[in-house]
């Protein structure tokens, strides 16, 4: 550039001037909000804690200290009026009730999203507070109430597109199963299958295969039964569900056993008798223990 087009002192001097007032106003600008993106409140950063507190006690069984943990997380969305996390909350406290036992106290919390009056909760919320309702009804032996609350559940999951149908047909298939027709578990066991594997669901993969293989026992096609518990067995373990391992292993050992194979069926129930001690679960350790004896007494 030579003299004639380089800038005057004066020209540089406004130059300058100008960048500083661009900057002045970038900043005037962040300060008063104009630019800069929201910080979670305190009460969500509470709750965010609250939750995964609450999620590890569940996971390692600690059901009371969890309950403790939701019901704070709760108040915490109520406290910002935060209708869908309110909604993810109360239901995680109806299914802590539920591990504990407390079937009344488990409805009455669902029943505080499906009956709300004074609160819209989103339609997949709804859904997911239906399924909830449905299993309780279930571990009742109330099967109409419970087929009745799976429906809904899934019409709920329709309109919200919520991607839950699989497990609600797998939840369907099993009320058919306890209700013993095999004709309907396997129909719906198959279509929860089909949109599980779909969705690459390898949990509710597990399940639909499970209650396939129990129509399988129970119509003596043993080598298609055993198949699938195996290929279940194959999923629960990519996912570490010891519960679930060694409920594989004693359905593979009680569809030995009805096969008169008494010496392979005891081996399996001693490996979900290890699984379950290793897993500290005392129910799954007594029903292996019950399996096992009933060989070794014969």
């Given at each position: 550039?030579?003299?004639?087009?380089?800038?005057?002192?004066?020209?540089?001097?406004?130059?300058?001037?100008?960048?500083?007032?661009?900057?002045?106003?970038?900043?005037?600008?962040?300060?008063?909000?104009?630019?800069?993106?929201?910080?979670?409140?305190?009460?969500?950063?509470?709750?965010?804690?609250?939750?995964?507190?609450?999620?590890?006690?569940?996971?390692?069984?600690?059901?009371?200290?969890?309950?403790?943990?939701?019901?704070?997380?709760?108040?915490?969305?109520?406290?910002?009026?935060?209708?869908?996390?309110?909604?993810?909350?109360?239901i995680n406290i109806a299914a802590t009730y539920r591990a504990l036992g407390q079937r009344d106290n488990a409805i009455r919390t669902v029943?505080?999203?499906?009956?709300?009056?004074?609160?819209?909760?989103?339609?997949?919320?709804?859904?997911?507070?239906?399924?909830?309702?449905?299993?309780?009804?279930?571990?009742?032996?109330?099967?109409?109430?419970?087929r009745k609350m799976a429906d809904k559940a899934m019409d709920f999951c329709l309109k919200a597109n919520c991607g839950a149908q699989g497990?609600?047909?797998?939840?369907?298939?099993?009320?058919?199963?306890?209700?013993?027709?095999?004709?309907?578990?396997?129909?719906?066991?198959?279509?929860?299958?089909?949109?599980?594997?779909?969705?690459?669901?390898?949990?509710?993969?597990?399940?639909?295969?499970?209650?396939?293989?129990?129509?399988?026992?129970?119509?003596?096609?043993?080598?298609?039964?055993?198949?699938?518990?195996?290929?279940?067995?194959?999923?629960?373990?990519?996912?570490?569900?010891?519960?679930?391992?060694?409920?594989?292993?004693?359905?593979?050992?009680?569809?030995?056993?009805?096969?008169?194979?008494?010496?392979?069926?005891?081996?399996?129930?001693?490996?979900?008798?290890?699984?379950?001690?290793?897993?500290?679960?005392?129910?799954?350790?007594?029903?292996a223990s019950e399996m096992i004896n009933s060989l070794q007494t014969k």
């Open positions: 550039m030579n003299n004639k087009e380089r800038p005057n002192f004066k020209t540089r001097r406004l130059l300058v001037w100008a960048l500083l007032l661009i900057l002045l106003l970038a900043l005037a600008m962040e300060g008063c909000g104009g630019s800069k993106k929201p910080t979670p409140s305190g009460f969500y950063k509470k709750e965010a804690s609250l939750n995964k507190k609450a999620k590890e006690a569940y996971a390692n069984r600690r059901y009371n200290k969890a309950l403790v943990l939701y019901k704070e997380a709760l108040n915490a969305s109520r406290a910002v009026e935060d209708i869908d996390l309110s909604a993810v909350n109360l029943d505080e999203i499906l009956e709300a009056s004074h609160i819209k909760y989103p339609v997949a919320r709804l859904s997911e507070a239906a399924f909830i309702k449905a299993l309780l009804l279930k571990d009742a032996q109330d099967y109409t109430g419970a497990k609600i047909f797998n939840l369907k298939a099993r009320l058919a199963f306890l209700e013993r027709d095999l004709p309907k578990t396997l129909a719906l066991g198959q279509t929860g299958l089909k949109i599980n594997r779909a969705q690459k669901n390898e949990q509710e993969t597990a399940n639909s295969l499970r209650l396939i293989a129990d129509v399988k026992t129970e119509k003596a096609e043993y080598a298609d039964a055993r198949a699938l518990y195996e290929e279940a067995l194959v999923h629960d373990k990519e996912l570490g569900l010891s519960k679930k391992i060694a409920l594989d292993l004693r359905k593979i050992g009680v569809l030995l056993k009805k096969q008169g194979l008494s010496k392979e069926a005891l081996k399996y129930f001693q490996r979900a008798y290890s699984v379950s001690l290793g897993g500290k679960d005392e129910a799954g350790v007594k029903l």
